[in-house]
């Protein structure tokens, strides 16, 4: 199957710090990713959608300014946290969509001090 | 009416046995039906997906599909422990996504 990585696995930061998260196709081309975020015990939910070279739709509720994605290539999306705060802490996952099918990166364990 | 419903669970059967996982979903106009399964702490893999009524099998698994009721399932055959874990069902619409909220299934060994 497509295989997704992120980089990097976990992340502890202090409160204000801005945090980069690496999305990346390894062995195919995305035309679109997406980025997920998930509480403990709780479902995924959609942050954006991110096409290769235009600007990220964003879910109702997700700010645009605080979370910051960028989609250089197509195997490439980048996810920042600005001025991180303790309730951004969460496990970010992105995913890649191939063909008919999504395939999801390992995902990113964040934790804001 | 959210979009892609599950029963949340937990949804407990024993080793051996059949769990039949459902799911419902909202928008006619979805074209293809995904099952992922998701351990805790692990971001979600793809079990299988399936596009066209009837059933689609793969190893243990069959997902089944209905767009005239807007039903899809998974069952699991011979059902391990390793099984245990939370199953989400996905719908695609475009380019889009929508994930139900997962069903948590624990196998008793």
């Known amino acids: 199957g497509a295989v997704v990585s992120q980089h990097p696995s976990w992340v502890i930061c202090k409160s204000g710090t801005s945090v980069k998260i690496e999305c990346r196709s390894l062995d195919f081309q995305a035309t679109t990713m997406f980025w997920y975020r998930q509480f403990p015990k709780q479902s995924l939910m959609l942050m954006a959608t991110s096409n290769e070279g235009s600007k990220a739709t964003y879910e109702q509720g997700v700010e645009k300014d605080k979370f910051l994605i960028n989609h250089a290539s197509l195997t490439l999306s980048t996810l920042t946290v600005t001025s991180a705060h303790p309730e951004d802490s969460s496990f970010y996952i992105c995913?890649?969509?191939?063909?008919?099918?999504?395939?999801f990166g390992p995902g990113t364990r964040l934790t804001v001090l | 009416q959210k979009e892609v419903e599950q029963n949340s669970g937990p949804l407990s059967v024993p080793e051996g046995a059949i769990a039949s996982l459902n799911c419902t979903y909202s928008?006619?106009?979805?074209?293809?039906f995904f099952w992922y399964r998701q351990y805790s702490g692990k971001s979600p893999e793809l079990i299988m997906f399936?596009?066209?009524?009837g059933d689609k099998e793969d190893g243990r698994f069959t997902a089944q599909l209905n767009k005239a009721s807007q039903y899809v399932s998974l069952l699991i055959r011979d059902s391990q422990p390793s099984d245990s874990a939370t199953y989400l069902c996905?719908?695609?619409?475009?380019?889009?996504?929508?994930f139900g909220p997962g069903t948590r299934l624990s196998v008793l060994p």
């Open positions: 996905a719908v695609r619409r475009g380019q889009n996504f929508v």
């Open positions: 995913s890649a969509s191939y063909v008919v099918e999504q395939f």
């Open positions: 928008d006619r106009g979805s074209q293809s």
């Open positions: 399936i596009y066209s009524n």
